[in-house]
DNA sequence: TAAATTGTTATCCATTTGGTTAAGTTATAT
DNA sequence: ATATAACTTAACCAAATGGATAACAATTTA
């Protein structure tokens, strides 16, 4: 299995993106909008949301001259069933079978 | 609220880290077990575990000369909630209701 | 048509990141 | 007592990252 998760985890991985995914589950947004609470030039912005969406956590599609952002709700649950697929095996309750199970793999 | 979730994202990554985590879950390992399948020198993969260990996503301690490490569940945890707080906001369902009272929040 | 909005493109810069090698340190094994 | 195993610490390096400015489109709006 080739993971490119990492990629996606990545981008989660800067409080400026993190904001901004926050902020886009409340809805679409432009990119002025987006941008008004960062401190920050909006070039320097802009580069954000180019990471967000190469990891596929948003789209965005332009009308005129605005740009409107939105939740990539495929990527988002990508990275969900990422933990919920391998929460058993820290929760404990399930551990001593689980990698009982898994040795026998190896 | 104050997050320092983006630090433990960013700790997942990399494919290295996130590889580790996996085997981690599989059980605790000692430091060079854990680098075994990974082409690079030992301080170069021990950095790695550090940031791990920093996120909070791992623990370990020394006995002997040999450090064993292990999942840190409660890392792993916060990381989870994150997600599926948000599920509904990103799976649609609930996403007009939704939006519209985050919208009255403002 | 002129001016203002809303991005975009291009360069540049400091810092962080992910790696290296070399040289220790501390336990265990012979 | 020596050697080996399992890390650690220190110093260094190239590349990626997160930011800045300046200049340039391309729409609206006045």
New binding site residues.
């Given amino acids: 299995m080739d993971n490119n998760l990492h990629q996606s985890f990545?981008a989660l991985?800067?409080p400026?993106r993190l904001a901004v995914l926050e902020q886009l589950l409340k809805g679409p947004a432009?990119?002025?909008?987006l941008a008004k609470p960062h401190?920050?030039?909006?070039?320097?912005f802009?580069?954000?949301?180019g990471?967000l969406e190469r990891a596929g956590l948003i789209t965005s599609h332009?009308?005129?001259?605005?740009?409107t952002c939105a939740i990539d709700p495929a990527g988002l649950s990508a990275l969900d069933r990422w933990f919920t697929d391998r929460r058993a095996m820290w929760e404990g309750r399930l551990d001593r079978l689980q990698t009982h199970l898994n040795a026998k793999k190896d």
Same sequence: chains 1, 2.
């Fill in positions: 990545q991985g800067d400026t432009s990119v002025s909008d401190p920050m030039a909006l070039p320097a802009t580069k954000h949301l990471v332009k009308s005129g001259r605005v740009r």
